[in-house]
């Protein structure tokens, strides 16, 4: 019996254990914090053998930070103790690297191995991306070198080689955590603060339509590859902006390139076998460009949203391919769909404002009237989330197109804000 570890604080609930119980001799363990074992149900908490609790604390819409590498190290070591057959599995991009730091250290590989840095760090993988011929945003590394700089003569240097508007990100942070985009010296003497003693770059800011590709390869050989077009990114989420994606049909002539796009950074980032998730820009002049790649599956509402419209769950696919099992995969399409959020727009809360569209829908809200909301810091934050569907992909597109920008909240202004803020 093979002992499996999952490390996620997020993505289990959709996992579909019934069938990963059905591959093989699986026992499963979970190791999460306390506030997503209390989202978990007992049926979903009944596949795992063991389900280890970290100490650290997690509010409700707070930044989620990832698991401190000291404890998850001594769970593991512990459970190696007991049943060397072990293998770790970490689904989200917050725990990747600690989880493939742990791997290395106590030499727990399985078949999916690759330089997690390159799908990790921003700098490094565009620098593979252009090397390899693919063009991507320009960019400026922002060493701590450099923050010794008087921010005027920084500020100065950046808009030298970038221009302006761009962009301040992390190179090794997730869900638009600390990303800035700068107009003016104001914006960049507030980002300047969050740069100090962290890693961030300096990007060019592309015009365009945003999308994601997500991809299961096995032996260098691409059992699926699809992409989705997203109704504004995660830095618009966070500006009051709904997030959200649609997988586009095949017939579209952009599948095709995006397809063929999306295998070429695999190759230039060595990429065998495992999952990816890639986000790239299509320009009004009709290029393609390579914005970044994790080595995961997709997140949010999109593994979901891909169960629902192709009848294929990403997370099991991922799975086997961790375990070495063949994938034999078929996809239909159906039913269609997609997903999204809408964000929390600071103040009180007046009314909740449901869309009016042409096709049936899901919502879910996590706020209610009377809520004090702050702004958003990750695309966690949200005040609800939902599903669309329509067999009519025409009419599917259309309401796509309007929830874009369809406003949710009606909110008034809060005198003392931040004594009342939830």
Known sequence: MKNIIFINCRQIEYYDFEELKKLGDFKFQLITDSLYFKKLSDNQKKFFHKIHILKQNRYEHTTIKPFTFAEIESIVQKELIEDPNLEIICSEEINILETDLLKRKLNIYDSTEVYIDAFRNKILMKKKAQAAGIKTPKFMNIEQEKLKLIPDYLYEEIVNFL????????TDQHSSIGVFKITNFRDFSRAYWSMLGNNYEAEELIEGDLYHSDVLIQDGLIHFNQASRYMFSGLDFLKGHNHGSIPILASNPLSKRMRNFTENVLKALGMKSGSAHLELFHTPSDELIFLEIGARPPGSLVVENYRRSLGINILNEDFKIKMGIPLNITTHQNIK????????????VLDLIPPIL???????????KGDVLTAPEAISHKAAEFFVYNPNYDTLLRDFEELRFHRALSVEPVDDFHSEAA
Do not use: E
Not at 163 to 170: C, N, S
Not at 358 to 368: A, E
């Open 163 to 170: 221009g302006t508007p761009f962009v301040i990100k992390p």
């Open 337 to 348: 769909s997609f997903w999204g959020f809408f964000p929390r727009i600071p103040g009180r």
């Open 358 to 368: 042409h096709s049936p829908y899901d919502i879910r809200w996590f706020i209610q």
